[in-house]
């Protein structure tokens, strides 16, 4: 409520509190003199009712008093200053606005405004989160509990709609069930800004969500794409099946490198990118949370800006498919019974990629 809306609605209580005073006192008195005194003030008005002087208009206060009174009275008879029908208008607006206040919705409290301010500052700072990432956040990082639903009525409006798409549930039912048993794989494009091609492959631990590894390179070969799975995998881990698609840079001598790892591999149909969906998400994910936001000079640039968010992505960036949890896993804030920030604490956030992106943790306030 504005400042300006508070003085009315207080000085309307003032007024309602004086005519209160008022008729209790004239309550108290002789039935002769309230008579005599009605018809005096009567007489008085008569003389501003002959010469048609308009009154000032009606405040609440004075509304909703003479609808109080009109009940107690034959207010029709000695109604002079509006219309019967203004009254009766001023009565269904009060009986409007009790039921309003009466069927208000009983729900859940709002979030303290600290908690909110740190959503709208997570909104503002982070341009290519949306609430189920805000939400993840705050319930990993800080422990406190808040739906995305909730947290998208405190982000700042902003465009777009959600992404949506179809999956065979028969092959999903598979990856699920032996996500800790699974790895993907695949390539994919980046161009520096004098227009030179970069090929990045990347290696997915689908259990864990977590980037078990990746490289650039400008020109991609079957000897070097081996070579990254000899890095990769040390044939100690629990994985036992490799997802790669079709593309000829994976040959019969890469296929040989992996199965003499003890993987087996599963080729995706040719033209189903949803086949390999975990990792096509990942691909994705870097894409709009870090390539599509920087400018990379060259092959060394592109490498501290993929180190960096690969960092920040296994160690720092939560997910929701895990909980949410972190794919390194990184100890998760306890849940606090009420959301709020604990008094004593602030919320702390750490730049990732000058400021692309932030991690936010709780740090004691210092005395």
């Known amino acids: ?64 008093a003479l609808v109080a009174l009109s009940r107690l009275v034959e207010w029709r008879r000695i109604l002079t200053i509006v219309q019967p029908a203004t009254l009766i208008r001023w009565h269904r607006k009060g009986f409007r606005l009790f039921w309003r206040w009466k069927s208000k919705r009983r729900g859940r409290p709002p979030l303290p405004v600290r908690v909110q301010r740190v959503i709208a500052d997570m909104a503002s700072a982070n341009w290519t989160w949306g609430e189920e990432r805000i939400a993840a956040e705050l319930l990993v990082k800080l422990g406190i509990p808040v739906s995305p639903r909730t947290v998208r009525r405190y982000m700042p409006p902003r465009g777009g709609a959600p992404r949506a798409g179809t999956r065979s549930a028969q092959w999903s039912t598979f990856v699920r069930n032996h996500a800790t048993a699974i790895l993907a794989c695949d390539f994919f494009v980046a161009i520096s800004a004098t227009f030179r091609v970069f090929y990045v492959f990347v290696v997915l631990d689908v259990g864990t969500r977590r980037i078990r590894h990746w490289n650039v390179t400008e020109h991609p070969t079957a000897d070097w794409t081996a070579q990254q799975f000899r890095m990769a995998v040390s044939g100690d881990e629990p994985q036992r099946f490799l997802i790669h698609d079709h593309d000829s840079i994976y040959s019969e001598e890469v296929d040989r490198t992996i199965t003499a790892m003890g993987l087996t591999i599963l080729k995706t149909p040719v033209r189903a990118p949803q086949a390999n969906a975990f990792c096509e998400r990942l691909i994705g994910t870097l894409r709009r949370e870090c390539l599509d936001w920087v400018i990379r000079l060259n092959e060394d640039h592109l490498r501290t800006i993929l180190r960096e968010w690969v960092a920040h992505y296994n160690g720092g960036r939560p997910h929701t498919s895990l909980g949410p949890g972190i794919p390194d896993g990184a100890p998760i804030a306890p849940v606090l019974k009420e959301r709020r920030i604990p008094d004593g604490y602030r919320v702390v956030a750490k730049p990732v990629l000058a400021g692309l992106h932030h991690e936010y943790l709780l740090e004691p306030v210092a005395a």
């Open 1 to 64: 409520m504005s400042l300006s809306r508070f003085r009315a609605a207080a000085r309307t209580l003032v007024r309602l509190w004086a005519d209160g005073v008022r008729f209790g006192a004239a309550a108290v008195r002789s039935r002769a003199q309230l008579a005599a005194e009605n018809l005096f003030l009567r007489k008085q008005l008569a003389l501003y009712v002959e010469r048609q002087v308009n009154p000032r208009r009606a405040d609440d206060a004075t509304r909703i």
